[in-house]
């Protein structure tokens, strides 16, 4: 796949992970469907066991942004490390594909945890299990989540 191809491919995962979380939610899971369907790789058990990473896991937003933690995924899901293989060293270059990741999300975003990203796109952090709260996170946000989502979609499909 020539270079071209390669960015309509991340800008069409881009478009699918900004749709799925605008109309579904959970972040990971919207970053990883999205790789699914534009380069494949990832399985559908992959995609289920993402889901209580949203919202910084468990919906408790303390921890990685699930987007981002979705994206890690689907980079660990090409370079990482199998159960067979153990014995056979720590599989660095996938670290360092994640740690570029990182680096790059929290240049963009301005921090790497749910929270760091709700200060940043409404100037406060919301408690997701107070229904009242989400509701207002869910306004206050807008469409800055699905962005986000869509943005490491696509910095993942370039780095895979």
């Not at 993402?50 to 979705?70: R, Y």
């Not at 056979?88 to 360092?96: A, L, P, Q, T």
Request: aromatic letters at 10%; a positive charge; one cysteine or more.
């Amino acid at each position: 796949m020539n270079a071209i191809e390669k960015h309509a491919l991340a800008d069409q995962a881009y478009e699918t992970a900004v749709c799925y979380e605008l109309d579904f939610g959970c972040c990971p899971q919207c970053v990883l469907s999205a790789v699914q369907e534009t380069v494949g790789l990832v399985d559908d058990q992959t995609i289920k066991a993402a889901h209580g990473l949203a919202g910084g896991g468990g919906l408790m937003g303390e921890g990685t942004c699930g987007a981002l933690t979705g994206g890690l995924m689907a980079l660990s899901v090409k370079k990482g490390r199998g159960r067979d293989q153990f014995q056979k060293g720590r599989f660095i270059n996938n670290y360092d594909k994640g740690r570029k990741l990182v680096e790059k999300f929290r240049k963009e975003f301005g921090g790497i945890t749910c929270q760091d990203l709700q200060k940043k796109f409404t100037g406060k952090t919301y408690d997701m299990w107070n229904a009242e709260e989400y509701a207002m996170f869910n306004k206050d946000r807008g469409y800055k989540c699905a962005h986000a989502t869509g943005t490491v979609t696509k910095w993942v499909v370039e780095m895979l």
